[in-house]
């Protein structure tokens, strides 16, 4: 199977299967000199986490980090400083439950990549899905722990906006709050946690699924980043994102809000700030214009789909062409757009990383 990097300078490649002995990833252009520690990875991955609240997947996984190679020890013992050779970081599958997909072995389940699978390599790997589970993304948020580190000043952060029928009140909205131990749905509206827990339990305890909304923020972002034409910063962003497993729709800064106002309203003026730089007076832009970033902050939103694996029996086809329901058995997210937060956040990093390692080689500019 190809295609399993992303980025040009820093460049990420992930490995493994959702019920193989481990999954993983290689960090390769990462810059000598980034110092961290095991511990900040270790926080990312612990968003992301299974099995921390009744409204995620139960499979119990501690998604313990370890970083192989590219990395010194300071002398203080516990910060890392990565050498300029690629990153290699390791996370150990310990519950895995083959024997929970054998009934599908055969059978395509309707909203999954079986089908696409089996058509494009003649096989598919169904304990989990293989490499198409979700639990690949963990690797991706290690990366993504270490991308933050690549631009000076960048943070990024997300949060769910919407799930199902049920949105948040943007007038609400507080950062501090998407990480309360209280909160397990990574919403920035307090009063949105019992909408949506009462909203989720219905569906959970129907056996359903349904989907979410997440809105990932980078602030700290320079000017200048992206290219015109075919390398479009927002280009590599939705890309990157859309790549996250479930999604099905990207949009950046106003969106699909665009076409339903004036060129007046969206138009992002400006006037002369204080340090004798331009002041943008909104963001329609949601940051970037021409495909570069405008030193405003980088806003991106995306649909994720309802968890396909469900307890109501679907319509499908087997192997042999036979017609069958199809009934999934197993540990699974009623909203998998839940988890998605921490993964945005890590693919947004890493793709404004790649591209301010692009801009520094070619114009010389930090």
Known sequence: MSHNTFGH???VTTWGESHGPAIGCVVDGCPPGIRFTQAEIQADLDKRRPGQSRFVTQRREPDQVKILSGVMTDEDGETLITTGTPVSMLIENVDQRSKDYSDIAKRFRPGHADYTYQAKYGLRDYRGGGRSSARETATRVAAGALARKVVPGMVVRGALVAMGEKAIDRANWDWDYVGHADNPFFTPDPASVAVFADYLDGVRKKGSSVGAVIEVVAEGVPAGLGAPVYAKLDQDICANLMSINAVKGVEIGNGFEAARITGEENADEMRMGADGKPVFLSNNSGGVLGGI????????RFAVKPTSSILTPRKSVDKDGAEVDVMTKGRHDPCVGIRAVPIAEAMLACT???????HRGQTGKQ
């Open 293 to 300: 970033s405008t030193g405003e902050p980088i806003v991106a």
């Open 9 to 11: 300078l820093f460049r």
């Open 352 to 358: 404004i990383a790649d591209h301010y390692l692009r």
